[in-house]
């Protein structure tokens, strides 16, 4: 579990590829407070990963190839940047949003404007995602916990103040970077709360369908 709130940035040392599995290695930029431990869970640009290897200075995860299509990880590069967040422990601040690293899609950046000292950015995703969203509500941009601004139609937007550009990777993006999204948990169980108390085509047995059996 994590909540949005980025500690880290990361950046590419190395990629390789062993039976379909691609190894990443990752430095901090910032030294870490904490060391990672072999095994702990560590969100990789909204991805939750596990790191295999661990030294003060960089850390190593494997992604499997479904991950790596459908999330952004397959476009990484030796030299590309990422957001980093440790895992939740017990008596951790939550200063974003509950986020679990299951990204549920990507998007697409369609414009970035500037606003006095902040930025709007306007997503682009599919309907499966943008449907969950509302205004005020909450999403995991690279595993950023942001505010939604509004809504239209597959397009949402996002303002974004100078501590945020500055600190994760959105400083970094351009028009047409894809993102990851990882939508709201409590909308997430909502939708599939409300699906199921959805009425279900009735299964009586009617009248006449019994005469028409011949009874």
């Known amino acids: 579990m994590f909540t949005g709130i980025i500690q880290n940035q990361g950046k590419v040392l190395k990629k390789t590829e062993t039976g379909g599995i691609v190894r990443f290695r990752i ?8 060391r990672l431990e072999i095994g702990e869970s560590i969100a ?3 991805v939750c990963l ?3 290897k661990a030294t003060s200075k960089y850390f190593e995860v494997d992604v499997v190839k479904e991950t790596l299509a459908a ?3 397959g476009g990484l590069r030796i030299g590309s940047f990422l957001n980093l967040e440790r895992s939740l422990r017990a008596g951790d601040p939550l200063g974003g949003h509950f986020v679990t690293g299951h990204v549920d899609g990507r998007g697409i950046i369609t414009k970035i404007e500037r606003r006095g000292k902040n930025w709007i950015f306007w997503f682009q995703a599919d309907k499966a995602v943008t449907k969950l969203l509302a205004h005020k509500g909450s999403i995991a941009v690279d595993g ?10 597959n397009r949402f937007k996002i303002a974004i103040i100078p501590h945020t550009l500055k600190e994760t990777t959105l400083g970094r993006k351009k028009v047409k970077d894809p993102v ?3 939508i709201d948990l409590i909308t997430r169980y909502l939708k599939i709360l409300s699906d199921e108390l959805k009425p279900r085509k009735s299964t009586q047995l009617k009248l006449s369908k019994l005469i028409e059996q011949g009874f």
């Open 27 to 34: 430095g901090f930029q910032r030294k870490a407070k904490r």
């Open 50 to 52: 596990t790191a295999v």
């Open 44 to 46: 990789c640009e909204g």
């Open 71 to 73: 999330t952004t990880l």
């Open 180 to 182: 990851n999204l990882e």
């Open 144 to 153: 950023i916990s942001l505010t939604i601004q509004g809504v239209q139609g």
